[in-house]
């Protein structure tokens, strides 16, 4: 046989079990609720506060009383917030472009991954939203697929890896450019709007070029619901791009470099990692990369599974390996968020 249709021969499609009616519906639920919880975490950061429900009831006295009132305060917390949407339809129109801005970042990522495991005959799961308690930012924990089946070739894990962050990311080009063309020109603050204290959220290297273009000036401008939008989708890119274990990123070193190579970079992925984690509570007052250090953790324990084949990837791979390099520059920050 040769070299053609050998290649041929492993690209095959196989045929894969499509979703059943209650899997759609299981699967369509949990991203209504993640389209809920992303609006009220979009209508909060457009607030700019909101109270506790006044009508909660109060503490029986001592730390059982006040266990007690959590569930009550918040629960009333979300309700006056959602009452302070509708009361002001303005507030709640910027809760519902955040939150369809980054669902549908989120949505085109997964999806890539989904259509390429289809593509290649591998079972995997419909894209899994995983909403947050309201009142959280983003407001998602994120969304997954579960591959059932073997990979059956290096190029289908290169293709299938890659292929969510790079179709997310084409998604997050509009609303960044959207999002940093409409910015307001005031002290980027997200929280209370006074005073020296507050959220300021570093820019990745994407809505710098952007606002540089356009003679933009983030320093002293305010989110707002677009730029959150697409800030939160390359945060997300750049975490899944990392090289380790089954992160896209791992998918992508595993079928470029091989098993070995994918071993020691996402060691060394690791320490840069939890070293610049460090750097960010030192100079910025933020924890937040602890959070992608137990990640990354709880990754490199995870086994990677081989590839029924290890065929070459070709140079088109190869240049498509170097853009998601240049993605990842793009959209990585070292230290997303500075606490003033």
Same mark, same amino acid.
């Given at each position: 046989?040769?070299?053609?249709?050998?290649?041929?021969?492993?690209?095959?499609?196989?045929?894969?079990?499509?979703?059943?009616?209650?899997?759609?519906?299981?699967?369509?639920?949990?991203?209504?609720?993640?389209?809920?919880?992303?609006?009220?975490?979009?209508?909060?950061?457009?607030?700019?506060?909101?109270?506790?429900?006044?009508?909660?009831?109060?503490?029986?006295?001592?730390?059982?009383?006040?266990?007690?009132?959590?569930?009550?305060?918040?629960?009333?917390?979300?309700?006056?917030?959602?009452?302070?949407?509708?009361?002001?339809?303005?507030?709640?129109?910027?809760?519902?472009?955040?939150?369809?801005?980054?669902?549908?970042?989120?949505?085109?990522?997964?999806?890539?991954?989904?259509?390429?495991?289809?593509?290649?005959?591998?079972?995997?799961?419909?894209?899994?939203?995983?909403?947050?308690?309201?009142?959280?930012?983003?407001?998602?924990?994120?969304?997954?697929?579960?591959?059932?089946?073997?990979?059956?070739?290096?190029?289908?894990?290169?293709?299938?890896?890659?292929?969510?962050?790079?179709?997310?990311?084409?998604?997050?080009?509009?609303?960044?450019? *959207?999002? =940093?063309?409409? $910015?307001?020109?005031? &002290?980027?603050?997200?929280?209370? !709007? /006074?005073? #020296?204290?507050?959220? @300021? +959220?570093?820019?990745?290297?994407?809505?710098?070029?952007?606002?540089?273009?356009?003679?933009?000036?983030?320093?002293?401008?305010?989110?707002?619901?677009?730029?959150?939008?697409?800030?939160?989708? *390359?945060? =997300?890119?750049? $975490?899944?791009?990392? &090289?380790?274990?089954?992160?896209? !990123? /791992?998918? #992508?070193?595993?079928? @470029? +470099?091989?098993?070995?190579?994918?071993?020691?970079?996402?060691?060394?992925?690791?320490?840069?990692?939890?070293?610049?984690?460090?750097?960010?509570?030192?100079?910025?007052?933020?924890?937040?990369?602890?959070?992608?250090?137990? $990640?990354?953790?709880?990754?490199?324990?995870?086994?990677?599974?081989?590839?029924?084949?290890?065929?070459?990837?070709?140079?088109?791979?190869?240049?498509?390996?170097?853009?998601?390099?240049?993605?990842?520059?793009?959209?990585?920050?070292?230290?997303?968020?500075?606490?003033?």
């Amino acid at each position: 046989m040769s070299q053609l249709s050998e290649t041929m021969a492993r690209d095959v499609v196989r045929p894969v079990a499509r979703p059943t009616a209650r899997q759609w519906l299981l699967h369509g639920v949990m991203f209504l609720l993640t389209a809920i919880t992303t609006t009220i975490c979009g209508i909060m950061m457009n607030t700019g506060d909101s109270t506790l429900a006044s009508g909660s009831p109060a503490a029986t006295g001592g730390l059982a009383g006040t266990l007690l009132s959590i569930p009550w305060l918040y629960a009333g917390a979300v309700v006056d917030l959602v009452k302070h949407a509708f009361a002001h339809p303005e507030i709640l129109g910027k809760g519902l472009v955040f939150s369809g801005s980054l669902l549908a970042i989120l949505t085109a990522h997964e999806f890539g991954h989904y259509l390429f495991c289809r593509h290649y005959g591998v079972d995997a799961t419909l894209p899994l939203f995983i909403p947050q308690p309201p009142l959280l930012i983003p407001g998602t924990f994120g969304a997954f697929i579960r591959m059932k089946s073997p990979v059956p070739s290096r190029r289908a894990l290169f293709d299938i890896g890659l292929a969510g962050p790079l179709a997310g990311f084409i998604v997050i080009i509009p609303i960044a450019f *959207a999002g =940093v063309l409409t $910015l307001d020109h005031v &002290p980027l603050i997200a929280g209370q !709007g /006074g005073g #020296g204290g507050g959220l @300021i +959220f570093n820019d990745p290297l994407l809505f710098q070029l952007i606002a540089r273009a356009f003679k933009i000036d983030l320093a002293n401008s305010v989110a707002n619901s677009l730029y959150l939008a697409a800030w939160v989708g *390359a945060l =997300v890119t750049s $975490l899944n791009l990392m &090289p380790v274990g089954q992160l896209d !990123g /791992g998918h #992508g070193t595993f079928s @470029i +470099f091989g098993s070995r190579a994918h071993w020691w970079i996402g060691r060394v992925a690791f320490v840069t990692m939890a070293a610049i984690s460090v750097l960010g509570w030192l100079w910025h007052g933020s924890p937040s990369g602890f959070v992608y250090v137990v $990640l990354l953790a709880v990754m490199l324990r995870v086994h990677h599974p081989q590839p029924e084949q290890m065929e070459p990837l070709g140079r088109a791979r190869v240049a498509i390996g170097v853009v998601t390099l240049v993605v990842f520059a793009l959209c990585f920050l070292p230290f997303p968020i500075t606490i003033g």
